[in-house]
């Protein structure tokens, strides 16, 4: 009796399928080559953007652990240099000050230790800075050690009241665009 009704439904969908291909024969027979081989093109291309907005979205949305072992290669790279600058960083306060700004990393006790363990406890907390500040502090770590007028600019304001390194990332990175 199952194979019975098995049978049926099978003969049912390959009547419908039969229908539809004989309707589908039609519309195209009474549309111009043109038309079809247009609309084709269209889809294919609509499909195409659509693949490639959806990659760029996805790529934009979460850093690979590629960009981010990059990401961290600039800032590691670079901070030992900028950080062991006197004239930019002339205290430990200053070092735990661009620590906090700059990275949300808090220095405990930063008055007791000295500037070589500090830039070593940056190095390796900053493996746990959320991926967009490890890019946005390692490209201007990075353009103030390769570039010297950057480094001067830097020196300069951060001797004045105020400075803020966050307001110095955002003016090196909109530079850098």
Do not use: H
């Not at 589908?24 to 609309?39: D, K």
């Not at 930019?88 to 000295?114: C, G, T, Y």
């Not at 570039?147 to 003016?171: D, V």
């Amino acid at each position: 009796m199952a194979s019975k009704k098995t049978s049926q439904s099978e003969t049912d969908v390959a009547l419908k399928t039969l229908d539809l291909l004989q309707e589908l024969v039609w519309a195209i027979r009474s549309r111009e080559s043109s038309e079809l081989i247009n609309g084709v093109s269209y889809l294919r291309q609509l499909a195409i953007n659509e693949g490639m907005e959806r990659r760029k979205a996805e790529k934009r949305a979460k850093p690979t652990l590629r960009d981010r072992k990059r990401d961290l290669k600039t800032l590691v790279g670079s901070m030992p240099l900028v950080l062991a600058d006197t004239e930019l960083f002339p205290s430990n306060e200053d070092i735990a000050k661009f620590a906090m700004e700059a990275l949300q990393i808090s220095i405990a006790r930063w008055e007791k230790r000295s500037r070589y363990e500090m830039i070593g406890m940056l190095v390796m907390e900053s493996i746990n800075a959320s991926p967009g500040r490890l890019r946005e502090v390692g490209d201007m770590l990075n353009k103030i050690s390769d570039e010297s007028e950057s480094m001067a600019q830097i020196k300069q304001r951060s001797r004045q009241t105020g400075f803020s390194w966050n307001e110095a990332i955002r003016s090196l990175s909109t530079s850098v665009e």
